[in-house]
């Protein structure tokens, strides 16, 4: 069975507080010995957290992650910085403090500092319309393109629909930031403006281009100039197309079909950056959220952004809706409020404010929790696509910072993560049972043959090679796959690279002349990563000219 899981950016972006990502129970390899930044200056570890590296053992082995790396700050202090397991399988190169990692979007709230410093200089306003810097920047409805305000950006309450427009960079495309930003006209809305939460990428595609139109520099310089040297960030990348040979990163793992373990290749975001390009450490990431704590202020006490500043990133911009946990177990992290702020998602859990967010990448997930009014953070960086595991750190290191008993968050998270696998297997089944075995294709396959085209992500091209029916996306090297018929005009297309785990229906539409008026796609699991937004497309047969 190959639905075996939760997408990772599913719990990680979408900022489920009660969900997991995807998990695996199997054997991991040990983890290195912890190294305690501790001194009569620092704060010590709780006496709940002084068997921490035994724990964090146990969760990478029940959630099968080669590597995790953690930091903890209190009081402006580090407390801990350390790497658990492996860089990468099968290679004796140990996960350390320093080790670099894709932080996906936890990049958001360095793209939410960026255009708060710009407003702090009068660059511009958070209240300005888009258009007033992009003016050749256009939604899909003439009011929400009018009515966008730079905030708009960074609050997912634009009316787009969960992940919306994200093949247009996911997996990599050969699109630029800015062809990105000129399709999102034909990118349709899901909701009316500003009425509901739904988590997207694309809109900080613009931020980014507000960022260097604005600043005069790119998006790159600004954050590596701007924010990475004041923080003192200096082992902090911008995209994984500054990765040289030698450094010390992590390398990305996925189950391969859903069961298997194996490394997947680092992806480049490079048409998108302020959404989520960032590779950092935890001993980078630690520095970030001290100067958070402490009211933008950077160690020597100049500000990098101001207290008011601040202020706006974490209000809350637009409500959340909270939902039950999955299980029972999970009953303690379900919050009284939840929302999203300026690149940050703002809850509370046992009485207290979180300011936090996630980031799910290719083989890659991270959390970032901020506690402000305990002046504590903690950063869990991994290298397999476990959102349990991060969220089972997280929790133990907050537990014992408010003094709360221990509880078994390895066996809360691994029960969410069966019945997340229960369910996932259900959706199949139903699928199956649906299916009807004798519904033939109507045409030959070189009637579903031919070019596509959507408004908004371009042109698929579904050719006849050797008795079968091949797919490929014209601008997304990752997407080609080959067509296997499921049920009369319905064809399941399996792509080639199985780490994607996005195998998705696709269903043709014809005339009363039985000519495709129209093809149809939907993934096959309903857990399947939301930005494989095949759903969204609306693909009609591009004519050829006649000779």
């Known amino acids: 069975m190959f639905l075996r899981t939760l997408s990772p950016r599913v719990a990680g972006c979408c900022a489920l507080l009660f969900l997991t990502a995807p998990v695996w129970a199997q054997t991991a390899p040990a983890a290195a010995t912890p190294v305690v930044v501790a001194s009569q200056a620092q704060p010590a570890l709780p006496a709940q957290l002084q068997d921490f590296s035994a724990y964090v053992d146990s969760v990478r082995k029940q959630f099968d992650v080669p590597g995790i790396a953690v930091a903890i700050v209190k009081d402006g202090q580090v407390v801990l910085e350390q790497g658990y397991g492996l860089r990468e399988l099968g290679k004796p190169e140990a996960v350390d403090a320093r080790t670099r990692f894709a932080i996906a979007s936890n990049t958001k709230a360095f793209t939410a500092a960026a255009l708060q410093m710009l407003a702090e200089e009068g660059k511009l306003n958070m209240d300005d319309r888009v258009i007033d810097h992009l003016p050749w920047f256009q939604m899909s409805d003439p009011y929400v393109t009018r009515e966008m305000r730079i905030r708009d950006l960074l609050a997912h309450r634009s009316g787009l629909g969960l992940g919306a ?16 930003v000129q399709r999102l006209r034909n990118v349709p809305l899901a909701t009316s403006f500003r009425s509901a939460y739904a988590y997207d990428n694309i809109l900080f595609a613009v931020a980014t281009l507000v960022i260097e139109q604005v600043s005069g520099q790119s998006y790159a310089d600004f954050i590596s100039q701007r924010i990475f040297k004041p923080v003192g960030m200096d082992e902090s990348l911008i995209d994984m197309s500054q990765l040289k040979p030698g450094m010390d990163v992590a390398m990305g793992h996925a189950k391969f079909n859903f069961t298997e373990l194996k490394p997947v290749p680092p992806m480049a975001w490079s048409n998108n950056s302020g959404a989520g390009g960032i590779y950092a450490s935890v001993h980078d990431m630690a520095k970030w959220m001290n100067v958070q704590l402490a009211g933008g202020k950077l160690p020597d006490g100049k500000p990098l952004f101001s207290e008011g500043s601040q202020k ?38 046992q009485g207290q404010r979180l300011v936090w ?10 959390r970032v929790t901020l506690v402000p009014e305990l002046k504590l953070g903690v950063v869990v960086l991994t290298n397999q696509e476990s959102g349990a595991a991060f969220n089972a750190v997280t929790y133990r290191v907050l537990d014992a910072y408010l003094g709360k008993d221990k509880t078994d ?6 029960a969410a993560v069966k019945k997340s696998e229960g369910n996932a297997d259900d ?79 696709v269903s043709y539409a014809l005339d009363a002349d039985g000519k495709v008026r129209e093809v149809r796609m939907q993934p096959v699991s309903p857990l399947t990563d939301f930005s494989f937004d095949f759903q969204d497309l609306r693909l009609a047969p591009v004519k050829q000219d006649k000779p």
């Open 312 to 349: 706006q990133m974490w209000s809350m911009l637009t409500p959340m809706k909270i939902s039950e946990p999955p299980v029972p177990e999970l009953k303690a992290t379900r919050p009284n409020f939840a929302g999203y702020g300026e690149g940050w998602f703002l809850s509370d859990y």
């Open 357 to 366: 967010h996630t980031g799910g990448w290719p083989g890659m997930v991270s």
């Open 409 to 414: 968050w390895v066996g809360a998270y691994a």
């Open 427 to 505: 959706s199949w089944k139903k699928h199956e049972a649906a299916r009807d075995r004798n519904g033939k294709p109507s045409l030959p396959l070189s009637g579903y043959a031919g070019t596509f085209r959507d408004p908004w992500y371009g042109d698929i091209v579904v050719s006849q090679q050797g008795g079968k029916l091949r797919m490929a996306f014209s601008k997304t090297a990752q997407l080609v796959g080959t067509m296997t018929p499921w049920q009369h005009d319905t064809f399941i297309v399996r792509w080639d690279d199985r780490a994607l785990n996005a195998d998705a229906f």
């Open 165 to 180: 427009g994200d093949l247009l960079y996911w997996p990599p495309t050969s699109y630029s930031t800015k062809d990105v």
